[in-house]
């Protein structure tokens, strides 16, 4: 995680978001400062806020806060610079970021896992057009379940077309749900395209702009063609891109 002494550096837009997730090592502080309510306004927009992610509606439009939240200074740090990534990154591929993200909101669950969610630790609704975070999301993986809930969010909006771009590239049997081999990281992607294509926007996501970062996971298999991924996900974006 960052470091709460980030907070202080003048924030800049990253034009080339490459050295984004370098930063997001192990806080040297033993003692990160957690925020109650009104706190979290002010360093909200201090902090969280710039022109780039904020605009004229403010801070409101991604973070929900309640009386009992548990947002601390180096999560809205790292949450900032993820949002910055993404929608620098899709701006690049010719899609408009900010419009494909719009709309959603985060919230923070104290607690390592989600609640009715066994074993997950971010999860996406896309009736409320919430992202739900726990404690792990901001410790594993150097951010890897922040970005891997926001490549569901691209694929809804897409309706799916994302999804549909990446499987055929791919040769994945879709009327089966079954992620071609090669082609998949988490063992839940295995039977699910869904997943698949969520887990490959973050891998194409921390390949591109995070010193090559590649997460594995414990069935992650020895076969996994990270290239491959990595570089059908960029054309199935710019196949998004095209004019329809």
């Not at 909200?44 to 309640?66: H, K, M, N, V, Y």
């Not at 395209?193 to 969520?198: D, F, G, N, Q």
């Not at 997460?215 to 199935?236: C, K, L, N, Q, W």
Request: proline letters at 3%; glycine letters at 6%; aromatic letters at 10%.
């Amino acid at each position: 995680l960052f470091i709460a002494n980030h907070l202080m550096v003048e924030y800049q837009t990253i034009s080339n978001p490459k050295s984004v997730l370098a930063m997001v090592t192990e806080s040297d502080s033993t003692d990160p400062v957690i925020l109650v309510s009104s706190q979290i306004t002010d360093e909200l927009e201090q902090s969280f806020c710039s022109p780039r992610i904020c605009g004229d509606a403010g801070w409101q439009q991604w973070i929900i806060t309640t009386p009992n939240d548990a947002w601390k200074t180096e999560e809205l740090v790292l949450l900032r610079d993820i949002l910055t990534t993404v929608i620098d990154a899709l701006d690049q591929q010719g899609l408009d970021g900010r419009t494909l993200l719009s709309g959603y909101r985060f919230r923070r669950q104290q607690g390592e896992y989600i609640t009715g969610y066994p074993g997950r630790i971010a999860v996406v609704n896309h009736t409320t057009q919430e992202i739900t975070l726990a404690d792990a999301s901001f410790k594993r993986l150097r951010g890897f379940y922040i970005f891997h809930e926001l490549g569901h969010v691209i694929d809804w909006r897409t309706e799916r077309q994302l999804s549909t771009a990446f499987h055929t590239l791919v040769g994945s049997d879709q009327a089966q749900s079954a992620t071609a081999d090669g082609y998949w990281l988490n063992q839940a992607a295995e039977h699910d395209l869904e997943e698949a294509v969520a887990d490959a926007f973050a891998l194409w996501i921390m390949s591109n702009y995070g010193e090559d970062y590649r997460p594995v996971f414990a069935h992650t298999p020895m076969t996994t063609d990270y290239e491959g991924i990595t570089r059908t996900f960029s054309t199935s974006l710019k196949q998004m891109a095209l004019p329809q």
